[in-house]
């Protein structure tokens, strides 16, 4: 299997780090792009053929990723519509552009993959929502899902979820970093040094969510496993609960989600 990408950014550097990471050859893998200094990163790094020339990667490649911004996508897929075989697999990360302007501008008979990455990819820790059209068959969605799966967690969801996705899953690392800084903060105002105070911070995110994830038990138990009867946890749950932290959040994500819809 052939694999090509578009765009040479730090998602794309992310998807590639997978999947050689996962044994495929990188020499099965193209990465196009226009600064050469990105490509000449990805030469040193990992070994895959590198080119400025979209249209011979979109003419080589069994899947086709489009690793650009949703401001650009259209250029490309003009540029590459003519060059794209009948069996080839386009993939797309541009947030808010559907299955179908994405069909309709590279031709009703297209195979197209839509998906939301996000950040933590670059460590192998992504959460990838994944849609696609009838033109793609469940074997070649799978083909697709295995190789996301190798930079983190893949869900298959239908498209009108995508927005949500872009909410929860796509946007959210930024607000997790914004709550790992704050407790950070607070932690240097106890006393304890910066590096030492995210380090503390940033691994009881971490827990906290592997605990989700294996337990299978609702956060809110969670929650109230944590805090003992006039104990601290209560008190600071308290404060939060006061000064709007879940409110807070929800609204966020709510704007996150409107700004999507309206890309």
Known sequence: MKLGFIGSGNMCGAIVDGIVKSGFEPKDITVSGVLQEQ???FMEK???LTTTDNISVAADSDVLFLCV???VIYAVA???KESVGKETVVVSIAAGQSLEKLQNALGSDT???RLMPNTPALVGEGMTAMTYNENVTETEAEEVKKILDSFGKTEIVPEKLMDAVTAVSGSSPAYVFMFIEAMADAAVM???PRNQAYTFAAQAVLGSAKMVLETGKCPAELKDMVCSPSGTTIEAVASLERNGFRG???DAMK????KSKNL
């Open 39 to 41: 490509l000449d990163s």
């Open 46 to 48: 990992y070994g895959v």
């Open 69 to 71: 911004k949703p401001n």
């Open 78 to 80: 003009d540029e590459i």
């Open 111 to 113: 195979k197209i993959v």
């Open 190 to 192: 106890g006393g304890m």
């Open 248 to 250: 807070a959040v929800i």
């Open 255 to 258: 704007a996150c989600i409107d």
